[in-house]
């Protein structure tokens, strides 16, 4: 059977599997078992095996779970908490305000949660309740909460850039040193939306009160200071080479623990909650890994990468429209699929174009990435919406993707510069090469 023949076929059978209401990641495997039954007969079963252990059994996606209890003892701690509160404080001068704090507190917290619906969640959490208090408006708040949210997996270290590094065998410190620029880039953009916005509606924020004491000035930045030291010493152990991913995930960790027993607030119920919220995340995320990597094997024997990259070599495409291209077509995507099973489903099939006209595996990470936020920031699967909804319950979905707009465009602006300029995203990772 031809490689477009067995393209149909694995299409045709993951729309079925999903249209019948079978989860992403189980669809992906079963797609894959019954498409190599079906084209090869039972020949490839044995090498499923082989396929289960090597798609989990990797130095780097250790890190993951650690990442994860990361970040989930630093939330039931109240760690969280307390940054955001004093990182309110020293914005409170800034035009903006509050909102300006949920897009910086954000940027700061995906350092150690990874993740960006965890982010949307736990700052929305505390910020939404103090917002309206303060007469913030809706907009202006859920904007900034969603689109922040979307920094997750772009600010180092990033669970999407761990399994997309495991799939292609790049480097993952390379991948997170890859963010950094591109990461700083968005939140800048995203904090100057909201100081325009909060100038031209003068309504949407309240009045400027009084400049914090130095006594307040000093608080907030004692409970800033921790995790600033955490997220310092995890990139910059990853940039100086001291540590890999894995290694600074698990002294991340040991920090973790050291702060919240600074803070007293980490009993046997939180230690248990954190632990047993890291093992089901760390589950689903291992499901869908297998599953992919399953439905990858089948795409293989299939040639219907070779036979993808062959055939978009010979149109003639420039690089510029294949570039648009991917855009379109991870846009569309997005608005039906989660990040990593987006990843996972598209990587197999694009990787071989991707190397035959001439992409760097790093900077592909950094646009996938970006094009993952995208789909958090997308209806109707749109994660981030979905977070910020389920906190302020009486919030309309359709006020939170209004405010939510902007950040997406800003989002997609910061793809087409990646591409103008790659060097944003390849220019530290060649200082760590010594090129």
């Known amino acids: 059977m031809s490689w477009g023949a067995s393209l149909l076929v694995y299409v045709a059978l993951l729309g079925i599997m999903i249209s019948i209401g079978v989860p992403m990641a189980l669809a992906m495997g079963l797609t894959g078992i019954v498409g190599l039954t079906l084209l090869h007969g039972t020949t490839l079963w044995p090498s499923l095996g082989d396929v289960v252990w090597n798609s989990t059994n990797s130095f780097t996606l250790v890190a993951v779970p650690l990442f994860v209890l990361m970040g989930e003892v630093l939330l039931k701690s109240g760690a969280a908490e307390r940054f955001y509160s004093g990182l309110s404080v020293l914005m409170g001068r800034v035009p903006g305000g509050l909102a300006q ?226 855009f379109v077509l991870y846009l569309i995507l997005g608005a039906m699929l989660e990040g990593v099973s987006m990843m996972l489903l598209t990587v197999p099939v694009l990787y071989p174009t991707l190397k035959a006209m001439g992409f760097d595996d790093i900077w592909f990470g950094v646009f996938l990435v970006i094009q993952a936020e995208l789909a958090q920031l997308s209806p109707p699967i749109g994660l981030n919406l979905i977070a910020v909804q389920s906190v302020a319950r009486d919030a309309k979905l359709g006020l939170i993707m209004k405010a939510t707009l902007p950040y997406a465009i800003m989002l997609s602006a910061l793809c087409f510069l990646l591409y103008l300029l790659p060097e944003l995203a390849l220019w530290l990772p060649d200082q760590m090469r010594g090129r």
Request: hydrophobic letters at 50%.
């Open 101 to 326: 704090s949920n897009i910086l507190g954000s940027a700061l917290f995906s350092a150690i949660s990874g993740s960006s619906t965890a982010t949307t969640l736990t700052i929305g959490t505390v910020a939404i309740p103090q917002m309206r208090k303060r007469g913030y408006n809706d907009h202006l708040t859920f904007g900034t909460l969603t689109g922040g949210g979307a920094l997750g997996n772009l600010i180092p270290p990033s669970i999407f850039l761990l399994i997309y590094a495991s799939v292609v065998q790049a480097s993952a410190v390379e991948l997170f040193v890859a963010t950094i620029v591109p990461g700083l880039i968005a939140v800048v953009m995203f904090m100057v939306y909201v100081a325009i916005k909060a100038r031209a509606n003068p309504g949407w924020v309240p009045p400027r009160g009084e400049p914090a004491t130095p006594r307040d000035i000093g608080r907030a930045l004692i409970d800033c200071v921790p995790i600033s030291v955490l997220i310092l010493s995890i990139i910059g152990g990853m940039y100086g080479g001291i540590m890999t991913p894995t290694e600074a995930a698990g002294f991340g960790c040991l920090l973790a623990f050291v702060i919240a027993g600074l803070y007293r607030r980490l009993n046997v119920a939180a230690i248990r909650s954190a632990c047993v919220n890291s093992i089901s995340i760390t589950c689903v995320l291992s499901l869908i890994i297998i599953n992919g990597q399953i439905l990858g094997l089948a795409v293989t024997h299939a040639g219907i990468g070779v036979g993808v990259s062959r055939a978009l070599v010979e149109m003639g495409l420039s690089p510029f429209v294949f570039f648009t291209f991917l």
